[in-house]
């Protein structure tokens, strides 16, 4: 469902971010990419949604090519992607509900939604996708007045109520506490097993890595150095 073919991206300063990158990631598969800070994981993720622009190759996702993907097909690809940072990227002073709900922005008309107007039937989505995440009571506060933790789950609900396919999450965990990291990376693994979403989530952790994913991509320099199954992983590699 997604593929790279010899990805590569070269920053306009000259940095080599990815070095001709082949990979295939099946529907429903739970990858995890790891590697040192600087390893080019975040480079690899970005590329996906085309949050920056790679430099050679191609990436398909469901075979058709987001690279060369213009205007209206560009965003329906978009929409198939929610995306997972490790700042969260909520409104702060907005409502829980209103940041779930920026997850349906795609699927109505921008002056519509700017003006916060949004369909019943939205809202329960939201409210679902809350419920899912166990933080359905938390829908009507404001999303600073959450943990680190319970706003990393509103920002998963965010990813479910667009309808993403495809969940990126760069480093979802890397602020947040032990026992947390565990409770989030749990909901990203039963959301992936209950929904199929196809998730790929970026670590710095190969423990973690090792817990959690049936596949782990290892990235040093920009370069795949390792893609099988977690048993075979190694902190060598
Ligand atoms: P994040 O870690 O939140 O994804 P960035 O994607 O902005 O942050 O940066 C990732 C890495 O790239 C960091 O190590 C940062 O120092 C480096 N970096 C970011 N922008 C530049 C730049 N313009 N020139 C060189 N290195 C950069
Ligand atoms: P990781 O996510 O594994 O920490 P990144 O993908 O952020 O690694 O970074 C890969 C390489 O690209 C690093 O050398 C980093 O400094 C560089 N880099 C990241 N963003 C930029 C940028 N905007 N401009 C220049 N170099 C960058």
Redesign the pocket.
């Known amino acids: 469902m997604i593929e790279f073919k010899n990805v590569s ?1 070269v ?8 070095k001709d990158i082949n990979l295939k990631i099946d529907r429903g598969d739970f990858v995890v ?1 790891v ?12 590329s996906i949604n085309r949050l ?1 622009e790679i430099t050679d190759g191609e990436i398909l996702i469901d075979g058709k090519s987001i690279t060369a993907a213009r205007g209206k097909s560009l965003l329906r690809i978009r929409r198939d992607i929610g995306m997972i940072f490790q700042n969260f990227n909520l409104v702060k002073r907005s409502s829980v509900l209103r940041n779930v709900l920026s997850g349906r922005v795609g699927y109505h008309s921008t002056i519509r939604t700017l003006l916060g107007l949004f369909p019943k039937q939205d809202i329960e989505l939201a409210l679902t996708a809350l419920d899912r995440v166990n933080i359905k009571e938390k829908a009507y506060s404001r999303a600073d007045e959450l943990s680190g933790g319970q706003q990393q789950r509103v920002s998963i609900a965010r990813a479910l109520a667009q309808e993403a396919k495809i969940i990126l999450a ?2 979802p965990v890397a602020s947040l506490d032990p026992l947390t990291t565990r409770q989030v990376m749990d909901d990203l693994k039963r959301i992936n097993k209950e929904l199929g979403i196809t998730t790929i989530v ?1 670590l ?1 952790f190969i423990d973690l890595a090792r817990e959690y994913a049936t596949r782990v991509i290892g ?1 040093r ?2 370069e795949v150095v390792f893609d099988g199954p977690v048993e075979e992983a190694t902190d060598e590699k």
């Open positions: 991206k920053y306009p300063n000259g940095t080599v971010g990815l990419i590697g040192l800070s600087g390893a080019g994981k975040s480079t690899l993720l970005r920056h760069d480093e970026n710095h990235i320099d920009g």
